[in-house]
């Protein structure tokens, strides 16, 4: 059974920097998509960013390209984001989600519980 747990999130400053991380476990991951995405109150689950074990590509929504790096380790199961000029508009709950296959911005078939992350101005 796969499972995704999170955790890092926090309060932080405008500006400030924060890292999430993700153990994964189940499966081996090495095919699969790793993504991160947000929910803020009022509004739908958005993507922000995901990696893949095997080719290490990346992609990034646009609102926090240059701002956050989505990283993997093969080794620890373990899928990282780093987020750093935060913004209070970033304030959301993030998630961890993968799926098998090339990097998606939607579809994906196994998620964690959330991290919150709360950016004050």
């Known amino acids: 059974q796969v499972q995704l747990v999170e955790s890092g999130g926090g309060l932080v400053q405008a500006g400030g920097s924060l890292r999430l991380s993700c153990a994964a476990s189940?499966?081996?991951?090495?095919?699969?998509?790793m993504a991160w995405f947000r929910q803020s109150p009022g509004k739908e689950r958005e993507f922000v960013a995901a990696?893949?074990?095997?080719?290490?590509?990346?992609l990034y929504a646009d609102s926090v390209k240059g701002r956050f790096t989505v990283s993997v380790d093969n080794a620890n199961n373990m899928v990282y984001l780093q987020m750093n000029s935060l913004k209070p508009d970033d304030t959301a709950v993030y998630y961890c989600a993968a799926h098998r296959g090339p990097i998606v911005t939607s579809g994906y078939d196994y998620w964690g519980q959330g991290t919150q992350v709360s950016v004050s101005s």
């Open positions: 189940g499966r081996t991951f090495t095919y699969y998509a």
């Open positions: 990696g893949r074990w095997s080719d290490g590509s990346t």
